[in-house]
């Protein structure tokens, strides 16, 4: 499943708190989230582009506040609201993560079967309200340019 590299790919680890320059003044930044001791959420940030991958988390203000002003934040979204568990983000924590951290726009991700069955994207922008929408694979999103 998966596919032959066409380009060079380097594995370079790096700790909550840290970050990593990519490119020109492109960095990679994490940070610690509350799931496991080995959870982090990332940015990709240069200039002109701020875009936050939350990874598997539970609710974290300080999450939101080093998320902050992010033009895109992909966050987790396992549950519905009503199976809600302290290490994972139900649609209206995502939403309420998303507009503490005062995001442009809020994507949906990691949707566990339970949460097939629901609007994980309506729930979250009552939440937000702002634009929300649910990841498939293959998506590609612009971010930075107005």
């Given at each position: 499943w998966v596919l032959e590299l066409v380009y060079p790919l380097a594995l370079v680890e790096i700790a909550a708190g840290e970050s990593?320059?990519?490119?020109?003044?492109?960095?990679?930044?994490a940070w610690k989230t509350p799931h496991t001791d080995e959870s982090l959420a990332y940015a990709v940030?240069?200039?002109?582009?701020h875009l936050?991958?939350?990874?598997d988390t539970g609710p974290?203000?300080?999450?939101?506040?080093?998320?902050?002003?992010c033009d895109l934040l992909l966050a987790e979204c396992s549950l519905p609201d009503n199976?809600?568990?302290a290490i994972h983000l139900s649609p209206t924590q995502a939403g309420t993560l998303a507009r503490?951290?005062?995001a442009r726009r809020l994507v949906l991700t990691h949707f566990y079967p339970a949460i097939?069955?629901?609007d994980p994207t309506s729930v979250a922008a009552r939440a937000f309200g702002g634009e929300v929408l649910a990841a498939n694979d293959g998506d590609r999103f612009t971010i930075g340019v107005d």
């Open positions: 990593l320059e990519l490119s020109g003044d492109v960095r990679l930044e940030r240069d200039a002109d582009a936050v991958y939350t990874g974290s203000d300080d999450l939101a506040r080093w998320a902050k002003g199976r809600a568990i503490a951290a005062g097939e069955a629901t």
